[in-house]
C-alpha cells in the first residue's frame, strides 16, 4: 500500500462543505488536496436532459434503507466533483432564529450550540459570494440580515396561478431566494430559464461548488483528486489524533495520504460510514463516538407534493428546477393544534416529461393511453408546488453499519428511518392545504402525493456543546479528536423546514476560519 507525502488538510468530498473548506484553507497558505469519491466532469457533459442528469446522482456502493418511511438516498446524493450542488435545486432560505433554540423554547427537538446571530455574518458573507437573487423585503419572514446582491429571478404563469390562489385564502407570498443568477455576475452568466438545473448548469448560473468555491480553491494551489473513495480515518498510535485516510483510487489499489488535519465532507452518510468503519482499540465503536450517537438522529423532509391541472397553457417547462415563489407563513411552530414543527411553501418548479420530476410521475399509477391523455394535458397545463415539512430528531433514526460489503470489503451504510405521528400529522395537514390553494386558484383538478417521502437528509453527525451530547462542537471540531473536523448537514441538530445548503454553506465558512485560527495550537 503507498504511503503519499504528508499535506496540511486532507478533506473528503467536494460539495458545499467540501469546496469552502478547501477554498478557505488553501487561501490561508495550507498545502490542501480534496479527495472526491466521483468522477469529475467538465461542464460541457452537464446535458439538458432528464437520462443524462442521472448521472450526477450516486453511483458508489449501495445504501441499505430500512423503517416506516426509507429514505430514499440516491436522489439527495452527488457522484461527481462538486457533489450534490452540481444538481442541488438552489433554493437558499436561511433557517430561523427559533430553529436553533428548539429545546429552550418548546422543550422539543436539540438546541444549536450557536445562534442565529452567530451565523447571520456567514450567511450573509456567502450570499454576496455565490450570488443570491431575491427581495429581502418581500420576504417577510426572513430573519435579520444584509439585503440580497442580485434582484428576484422573474416567475412564469405556472407559479403565478398558484400564487393568486395562495393570496385568495389570505396567504402572502413573496420571491423564493435563489442561487441561481437573476443578472451576470462576477463573470458568471445570468439564468437563461430553461429549466435544466438538476442536469447540471453549463453556463455556471447555479451557485454550485463547480461555479464558486472549487475555482478559488484550485487557483490556490489546492489539488483535487477525482475517483478517491475514501474508506477510513487513520489515527497515530495512541489513538489521540488523527493522521490521514486510506482511500482506493482509480486504478482500485489502496493508498494513505497523511495529513495535518482531516475534514470529513462527504454526503451525510458516507461522514458516519466512514467514521463507523474507522473503529480503532481506543474508539472500538467508531471515531468520534464517545458519546454513543455517532449516526444518530438522521431526520429528513416530509414532502408534500401538490399537482394543480389548468385548462390553460402555464409555461411549465421554463424557469429553474427549484422554485420562484414562497410562502412561510406556517413556519410556526406550534400554529397548528396536535402538531409540531415548521412548513414551507415552494411555488413555480419547472417541469419535464420523464424521470422522477416528469409529467409522467406526477400520476404514476397511469399506464398505457391513460398515462398518454395525461402526459398531453399536463404538457400545457400541470403546475406543482412543494411543502416543506419539519420532522423531530429521533435518535432511533440512525445511519448504521450494514452486515453486507462492498467490493472492497467494506462494510455498506444502512438507514433505518421512520416519522413518528406527528411528522405525518403536520405532512397530512399541509397536503390538504396545497389542495385547498390549488383550488382557489382555480385547477380543474390537483391531487397529492400519497407518501411524504424524503427530501433532503441531515444529523448523524451532531454538533453540540458536551461530548456526551453530540459529536461535534459549534465549529464541527470532533469533541474527541482535536485535528478531525467534519462539515455538512449532519451537523444539524434540528432541520427547521427550509433547503439545508445555504446553511450548510455558512457552516463551513465558520467552521473553515475557526480552524485556521486555531492552526497554530492545533497542530503540534
Not at 466 to 478: C, E, I, K
Amino acid at each position: 500500500m503507498a504511503t503519499l507525502d504528508l499535506v496540511d488538510a486532507v478533506i473528503v468530498g467536494s460539495g458545499a462543505a467540501g469546496s469552502i473548506f478547501g477554498a478557505t484553507l488553501a487561501k490561508h497558505g495550507k498545502k490542501v488536496l480534496i479527495l472526491e469519491h466521483g468522477p469529475d466532469r467538465s461542464e460541457d457533459q452537464w446535458i439538458s436532459s432528464q437520462i443524462w442528469g442521472r448521472r450526477l446522482k450516486w453511483g458508489g456502493a449501495p445504501v441499505l434503507a430500512e423503517g416506516k418511511n426509507r429514505y430514499g438516498h440516491n436522489f439527495n446524493s452527488g457522484w461527481q466533483v462538486g457533489g450534490s450542488t452540481v444538481h442541488h435545486f438552489a433554493n437558499w432560505p436561511r433557517l430561523q432564529a427559533v430553529d436553533f433554540r428548539m429545546k429552550s423554547l418548546f422543550d422539543r427537538g436539540l438546541d444549536w450550540p450557536l445562534s442565529y446571530d452567530d451565523l447571520r455574518p456567514f450567511y450573509d458573507r456567502i450570499q454576496t459570494e455565490v450570488g443570491i437573487a431575491g427581495d429581502a423585503v418581500a420576504e417577510i419572514w426572513r430573519p435579520a440580515g444584509a439585503p440580497y446582491p442580485l434582484p428576484p429571478l422573474r416567475s412564469f404563469r405556472h407559479a403565478d396561478l398558484v400564487a393568486e390562489g395562495m393570496r385568495k385564502l389570505g396567504m402572502r407570498v413573496a420571491p423564493l431566494p435563489s442561487a441561481i443568477l437573476s443578472e451576470s455576475y462576477k463573470g458568471r452568466s445570468a439564468c437563461i430559464y430553461d429549466g435544466w438545473c438538476h442536469a447540471g448548469c453549463p453556463i455556471g448560473a447555479v451557485g454550485n461548488a463547480n461555479s464558486v468555491f472549487l475555482p478559488q480553491a484550485i487557483t490556490a494551489g489546492a489539488e483535487i483528486r477525482s475517483s478517491s473513495y475514501v474508506t477510513r480515518v487513520l489515527l497515530d498510535a495512541r489513538g489521540e489524533r488523527a493522521v490521514g485516510v486510506e482511500y482506493v483510487g482509480a486504478d482500485r489499489t489502496r493508498t494513505v495520504q497523511l495529513a495535518r488535519v482531516v475534514v470529513l465532507a462527504a454526503f451525510v452518510v458516507q461522514n458516519p460510514r466512514i467514521l463507523l468503519n474507522s473503529a480503532h482499540d481506543r474508539h472500538p465503536t467508531g471515531l468520534a463516538n464517545s458519546s454513543g450517537l455517532l449516526g444518530r438522529y438522521a431526520m429528513t423532509h416530509a414532502g408534500s407534493g401538490v399537482w394543480g391541472l389548468f385548462d390553460e397553457y402555464v409555461e411549465n417547462h421554463m424557469g429553474i428546477t427549484g422554485g420562484l415563489l414562497m410562502s412561510q407563513d406556517g413556519y410556526a411552530k406550534d400554529a397548528r393544534p396536535g402538531m409540531f414543527g415548521s412548513t414551507m411553501w415552494q411555488v413555480g418548479f419547472a417541469q419535464k416529461p420523464n424521470d422522477i420530476l416528469g409529467f409522467a410521475n406526477a400520476r404514476s399509477a397511469l399506464f398505457g393511453v391513460e398515462l398518454h391523455a395525461h402526459m398531453k394535458v399536463a404538457a400545457r397545463g400541470l403546475t406543482k408546488m412543494l411543502g416543506l415539512n419539519e420532522a423531530l430528531p429521533n435518535p432511533d433514526n440512525r445511519i448504521v453499519l450494514s452486515d453486507q460489503k462492498d467490493e472492497f470489503g467494506i462494510p455498506l451504510a444502512r438507514i433505518i428511518h421512520s416519522y413518528d405521528e406527528n411528522a405525518m400529522s403536520l405532512w397530512r395537514h399541509v397536503n390538504e392545504e396545497g389542495l385547498r390553494i390549488m383550488a382557489a386558484a382555480g385547477a380543474k383538478s390537483a391531487w397529492s402525493n400519497t407518501d411524504p417521502g424524503g427530501i433532503h437528509f441531515h444529523g448523524g453527525t451532531i454538533m453540540g456543546n458536551s461530548a456526551s451530547t453530540s459529536v461535534t462542537n459549534g465549529y464541527g471540531q470532533t469533541h474527541d479528536i482535536p485535528n478531525l473536523w467534519i462539515g455538512g448537514p449532519g451537523l444539524f441538530p434540528t432541520e427547521g423546514a427550509v433547503n439545508p445548503t445555504f446553511t450548510v454553506s455558512a457552516l463551513a465558512l465558520r467552521g473553515a476560519e475557526q480552524l485556521v485560527s486555531q492552526w497554530t495550537s492545533l497542530i503540534p
